[in-house]
């Protein structure tokens, strides 16, 4: 499961590591201070593993950041995939909101999502170590709820036209 959230710019030290905490983090090693990327992150990328046949929600990663492409989306998810696989999880499936970033994560992965005809419609994709066996990618139906209540509640229809009073 993939969720992204924002978060309070903000700085703090790490006396234990001597290490600024709050910039942009991808998880590479690299220090942001030193890349041009440098600046204090506004969103977090947290990277759940849930378990399907047990009752188990784990947070094994995430990634601090100011946007992420759909690109960068897919290297983390392929990290993901595979730090799980080394672990014995079999992944079958992908849950996120439905995106642009999300959508476009999927493409590059080999997705089919917007295709007019049925027959060529691909919600799957290939386990980047098990080419055999395809990977789910379900987009959550209740953030997309959550977007249009929140669309509807700021007095305008779906279109993006303001509603009478």
Same mark, same amino acid.
């Given at each position: 499961?993939?969720?992204?959230?924002?978060?309070?710019?903000?700085?703090?030290?790490?006396?234990?590591?001597?290490?600024?905490?709050?910039?942009?983090?991808?998880?590479?090693? %690299?220090?942001? +201070?030193?890349?041009?990327?440098?600046? @204090?992150?506004?969103?977090?990328?947290? #990277?759940? *593993? &849930?378990?399907?046949?047990?009752?188990?929600?784990?947070?094994?990663?995430?990634?601090?950041?100011?946007?992420?492409?759909?690109?960068?989306? %897919?290297?983390? +998810?392929?990290?993901?995939?595979?730090? @799980?696989?080394?672990?014995?999880?079999? #992944?079958? *499936? &992908?849950?996120?909101?439905?995106?642009?970033?999300?959508?476009?994560?999927?493409?590059?992965?080999?997705?089919?999502?917007?295709?007019?005809?049925?027959?060529?419609?691909?919600?799957?994709?290939?386990?980047?170590?098990?080419?055999?066996?395809?990977?789910?990618?379900?987009?959550?139906?209740?953030?997309?709820?959550?977007?249009?209540?929140?669309?509807?509640?700021?007095?305008?229809?779906?279109?993006?036209?303001?509603?009478?009073?």
């Amino acid at each position: 499961m993939l969720d992204g959230m924002s978060i309070r710019k903000n700085c703090d030290l790490d006396t234990k590591s001597g290490r600024l905490i709050g910039y942009v983090d991808l998880g590479n090693g %690299q220090s942001t +201070l030193d890349t041009e990327e440098t600046g @204090l992150a506004g969103d977090a990328l947290v #990277v759940m *593993a &849930v378990g399907v046949a047990a009752p188990r929600k784990v947070p094994f990663a995430y990634f601090l950041n100011n946007g992420l492409t759909g690109e960068a989306l %897919q290297n983390i +998810l392929r990290e993901a995939i595979a730090q @799980l696989t080394e672990c014995s999880a079999n #992944v079958v *499936a &992908v849950v996120c909101d439905a995106l642009a970033v999300n959508v476009s994560m999927g493409k590059l992965l080999g997705c089919r999502i917007h295709e007019s005809n049925s027959d060529s419609f691909q919600t799957s994709f290939a386990h980047p170590d098990k080419p055999a066996q395809r990977i789910s990618l379900i987009f959550d139906a209740a953030h997309g709820l959550k977007l249009l209540r929140n669309l509807l509640g700021d007095k305008k229809s779906p279109t993006q036209e303001v509603l009478r009073k």
